[in-house]
């Protein structure tokens, strides 16, 4: 067994967007950065285009990581850039409406709307965001426009951070291209660049002792793998928690940190997927996999923050989409049998906070319930999505609700309105856990305060999306970000 004793300066948990961010800009400013993460580094040319292979590499639990009951597959990178690696690149800041709600209901205020806006600036060009082109579009990407199109409900395309993108449409498994422009790309190679960014891969942290309201310590494991290899110790006079909204409470919960609500207040915003076959070719699985999307049902509000739902063009690889569509046996080997004829959309509904994440061990048990407000949201936006591909010509859709036949025309969806909707039967995903650190004002109610600052600790900053109080985003990868360039004072 090897033990290690490091210092620095200031040590950095996690590598994702905010870890990877902060750990970047604060070593081109002159500090001295220990940056630490449980993964390893993935090259370009490591990235071998095959699932078996790169989700047990880049994934936690490799990419089966699950709530409690099952209900929800919860998808995290688990990699020097965190879920950057493996994300789908999309760039959406935090909207005005959710800062109001945030304002208003939370007493989240210190940043003004224009602070929020600058730092969104400062990290989209970090990480070269661009919008995607029309000729871009793959067909699946076409398809969900045009559906909406015919329907009246309103449509765009993404901005996202690829810059000479192939289209090989391996992005959920990492790009084999260095396209896609992740942390591991931009803000950490930047700050290893000026000789004061130090990066520890294999470094899995258990716990922060502390004393006097200052942490004195960050201790954990060394990772090969998944197996233990030895332990370590730094010491740094300011320590950054950014190991994402699952993760970042258990640390802290092992430490006895965070308060009363530390762990709770878990938003996930699952995702519905659903498929369409259609007569034409589709090969949703080539070019850029999340392009378009429909945002005519989405609502934002100061009272209410991010509601509705939205619809976007997705493709996975063919064992995500096996694992998470619907159907067994020859059912899923007849849909197969048609793939480069299958379109494919996600049903993305926001969630008000209602879950928690709890400790068992080194493990996370995440508890999740589905609120009835949610799924009837959730039961209109697959309502929507299908009607969405018939009107694009689909033959056939799949909803991912277990035994609901395959709609064919829209009288079939009349069944939907009263068919039962619980975990055992729907198949959903999550990729953008919030919430579990929430910001606010009253240590008895909040985890981190206004500068993202632990409450009574005055050396530790946690800069994730566990900090936000409500949805912030439909993606979380800039609002992150955004979030850490504000917490570090950098805007």
């Known amino acids: 067994m090897t033990n290690l004793d490091l210092t620095s300066e200031i040590c950095v948990i996690g590598s994702g967007a905010g870890g990877g961010l902060a750990a970047g800009y604060l070593a081109e400013a002159g500090h001295e950065v220990l940056l630490l993460e449980e993964g390893v580094q993935v090259k370009a040319s490591q990235m071998t285009q095959r699932e078996e292979q790169m989700l047990p590499l880049l994934y936690r639990d490799g990419g089966k990581q699950f709530s ?57 060009q970090a990480i070269g965001a661009n919008r995607i082109q029309s000729h871009e579009l793959n067909r699946n990407a076409q398809l969900l426009l045009e559906g909406g199109r015919a329907l009246g409900i309103a449509g765009d395309v993404f901005e996202h951070n690829r810059v000479g993108c192939v289209g090989s449409g391996y992005c959920l498994i990492g790009c084999a291209y260095d396209a896609k422009k992740s942390t591991a790309l931009t803000w950490i190679p930047r700050g290893v660049a000026t000789g004061n960014l130090r990066v520890k891969t294999g470094a899995r942290v258990s716990r922060l002792p502390h004393k006097n309201g200052r942490v004195r310590a960050v201790e954990g494991q060394l990772l090969e793998g998944h197996k233990v290899v030895g332990r370590f110790r730094v010491k740094a006079d300011r320590i950054i928690l950014a190991a994402g909204a699952i993760h970042s409470p258990l640390i802290l919960q092992a430490s006895l940190l965070g308060g009363p ?22 090969r949703m699985f080539r070019g850029i996999p999340q392009a378009a999307y429909l945002h005519g049902r989405e609502t934002c509000t100061p009272e209410q923050g991010l509601g509705g739902f939205r619809i976007e063009s997705v493709s996975a690889t063919p064992g995500m989409a096996a694992v998470n569509g619907v159907g067994w046996g020859p059912e899923l080997l007849e849909v197969f049998r048609d793939y480069t004829h299958m379109g ?25 319930p589905f609120s009835p407000s949610w799924l009837e949201r959730l039961r209109e936006a697959m309502d929507t999505c299908a009607r969405v591909f018939l009107a694009s010509g689909a033959e056939q859709v799949y909803l991912p609700v277990v035994g609901f036949p395959v709609v064919e025309s829209t009288t079939d969806l009349e069944a939907l309105k009263n068919w039962p909707l619980a975990p055992a039967s729907l198949s959903l995903i999550s990729s953008h856990p919030q919430g579990t650190c929430r910001m606010g004002v009253d240590p008895q109610t909040s985890v981190v305060d206004l500068g993202f600052g632990l409450h009574g600790v005055d050396n530790l900053q946690i800069l994730d999306a566990s900090v936000f109080p409500s949805t912030a985003s439909s993606h979380t990868m800039l609002p992150v970000m955004q979030a850490a360039l504000l917490g570090l004072g950098a805007v």
């Open 68 to 124: 409690a009951d099952g209900g929800v597959a919860v998808l995290q990178g688990r990699a020097l850039g965190g879920s950057t690696v493996v994300n789908m690149a999309d760039v959406v800041p935090v909207p005005g409406g959710v800062l109001a709600h945030w304002a208003q209901v939370y007493g989240v205020d210190r940043f003004t709307p224009q602070q929020w806006a600058k730092a969104a600036g400062i990290a989209a």
């Open 261 to 282: 609500v530390v762990g709770k207040n878990l938003s996930l915003q699952p995702q519905a997927p659903v498929s369409a076959r259609f007569p034409e070719t589709v």
């Open 344 to 368: 494919a959309a996600l049903c993305l509904v926001p969630d008000a906070p209602m879950g928690q994440v709890r400790r068992k061990g080194f493990r996370p048990v995440i508890d999740y």
